[in-house]
T-cell receptor, first 112, second 115 residues
Framework: TQLLEQSPQFLSIQEGENLTVYCNSS?????LQWYRQEPGEGPVLLVT?????EVKKLKRLTFQFGDARKDSSLHITAAQPGDTGLYLC????????????FGKGMKLTVNP | NAGVMQNPRHLVRRRGQEARLRCSPM?????VYWYRQLPEEGLKFMVY????????ESGMPKERFSAEFPKEGPSILRIQQVVRGDSAAYFC?????????????FGPGTRLLVL
C-alpha cells in the first residue's frame, strides 16, 4: 500500500510568519499534486509537479518535488489569514490506473 | 468553463435505503474518479471510470457499492442498503485524458448522512 505522510498535521501561526509542510513516501510517484480544501468544499488544485527536483512558485507559495519523486514540500511565505485551510498532497500512482493517493492533510490556521 | 458538478450536495438517508450520487465532469473530460473522505481521514480512492467502462474499482467495497459512467449523462455512484458507516463526503474528480501525470479536478462533494 502506498502511503503519503504529511507533517505537521496541525499548525497554528500568526499572520506574517513562514511555514513549510512536508509530504513523504517510500514510493515513487509519476506526479504529485497539492490541493487546498476548505470546510464543506472539495479540494482545489494548487499545483502539479512532475519532474524530480522541480520547483514551482505560486505567489507566496513555493512547491518542490524531491529528486527521487518520493517527497514534496510546500513553503508559504508571510502567511495571511486567507491561507487558512486544509492542505493536501496527493501522489499519482505509476502505470495502469491513474488513482491519487492522498495524505491526511495539514490543517493550517493563520491568526490575524 | 464550468467545473466538476456534483449533486446533491447533501443527502440524508435512513439505514437500508439507497443513495445515488451524481457527478458531471468538466466539459471535455472523459475520465471520472470517485473518492471517499471519512471524518478526520484523508481521501481514499474508490473507482476510476471512462465512458461506459470501469477501469479500476480496487477501492470499492465488495458489496452494496456500484458505479457507472454512461455514454450520455453523469456518472453515478450508487450505494444500496446504506449503513451508518457509509456516512462520509464523496468526491468526484475528472481529467481530460489518460496522460501520465494528468491533473484531476475535484467537485464540491456530496455529504451523505445515514441516520
Amino acid at each position: 500500500t502506498q502511503l503519503l505522510e504529511q507533517s505537521p498535521q496541525f499548525l497554528s501561526i500568526q499572520e506574517g510568519e513562514n511555514l513549510t509542510v512536508y509530504c513523504n513516501s517510500s514510493s515513487v510517484f509519476s506526479s504529485l499534486q497539492w490541493y487546498r480544501q476548505e470546510p464543506g468544499e472539495g479540494p482545489v488544485l494548487l499545483v502539479t509537479v512532475v519532474t524530480g527536483g522541480e520547483v514551482k512558485k505560486l505567489k507566496r507559495l513555493t512547491f518542490q518535488f524531491g529528486d527521487a519523486r518520493k517527497d514534496s514540500s510546500l513553503h508559504i511565505t508571510a502567511a495571511q489569514p486567507g491561507d487558512t485551510g486544509l492542505y493536501l498532497c496527493a501522489g499519482l500512482t505509476q502505470g495502469g490506473s491513474e488513482k491519487l493517493v492522498f495524505g491526511k492533510g495539514m490543517k493550517l490556521t493563520v491568526n490575524p | 468553463n464550468a467545473g466538476v458538478m456534483q449533486n446533491p450536495r447533501h443527502l440524508v438517508r435512513r439505514r437500508g435505503q439507497e443513495a445515488r450520487l451524481r457527478c458531471s465532469p468538466m466539459k471535455g473530460h472523459s475520465h471520472v474518479y470517485w473518492y471517499r473522505q471519512l471524518p478526520e481521514e484523508g481521501l481514499k480512492f474508490m473507482v476510476y471510470l471512462q465512458k461506459e467502462n470501469i477501469i479500476d474499482e480496487s477501492g470499492m467495497p465488495k458489496e452494496r457499492f456500484s458505479a457507472e459512467f454512461p455514454k450520455e449523462g453523469p456518472s453515478i455512484l450508487r450505494i444500496q442498503q446504506v449503513v451508518r458507516g457509509d456516512s462520509a463526503a464523496y468526491f468526484c474528480a475528472s481529467s481530460p485524458s489518460k496522460v501520465n501525470g494528468e491533473t484531476q479536478y475535484f467537485g464540491p462533494g456530496t455529504r451523505l448522512l445515514v441516520l
